[in-house]
């Protein structure tokens, strides 16, 4: 498994943007697919946003299309999520994930992942 930690939340006015960043331990990043998700206070956790070990192939929820944007740096071990417009919807905590499943370059189940990072506070204030 590989560790994981986010970082870059914190509390934002509604029509914000903020980048949230996780940086992963281990050589082997560049083989996994990455993955965010974001949990609502008392909901449970959701798929935001996936990238393909290469880096060429996302997949969003349809929630935030063209509001945020998954991007990774394989040099760096990093993957990074930009969010913009941000809604009072958007409140909650984001996780970063990793995961590898042959077949299978985007991941969106939770299930589908095995490494995940504590997770970090986005809030939106309305």
């Known amino acids: 498994q590989m560790q994981l930690e986010e970082s870059g939340g914190g509390l934002v006015q509604a029509g914000g943007s903020l980048r949230l960043s996780c940086v992963a331990s281990?050589?082997?990043?560049?083989?996994?697919?990455m993955g965010w998700f974001h949990q609502p206070p008392g909901k449970e956790r959701k798929f935001v946003g996936g990238?393909?070990?290469?880096?060429?192939?996302?997949s969003y929820a349809s929630s935030v299309k063209g509001r945020f944007t998954i991007a990774r740096d394989n040099n760096n071990n990093m993957v990074y999520l930009q969010m913009n417009s941000l809604t009072s919807e958007d409140t909650g905590v984001y996780y970063c994930?990793?995961?590898?499943?042959?077949?299978?370059?985007?991941?969106?189940?939770?299930?589908?992942?095995?490494?995940w990072g504590r997770g970090i506070q986005v809030t939106v204030s309305s």
């Open positions: 994930a990793a995961g590898r499943r042959i077949g299978v370059p985007v991941l969106t189940l939770p299930s589908q992942y095995d490494s």
């Open positions: 281990g050589r082997t990043f560049v083989s996994y697919a």
């Open positions: 990238i393909n070990s290469g880096g060429d192939v996302t």
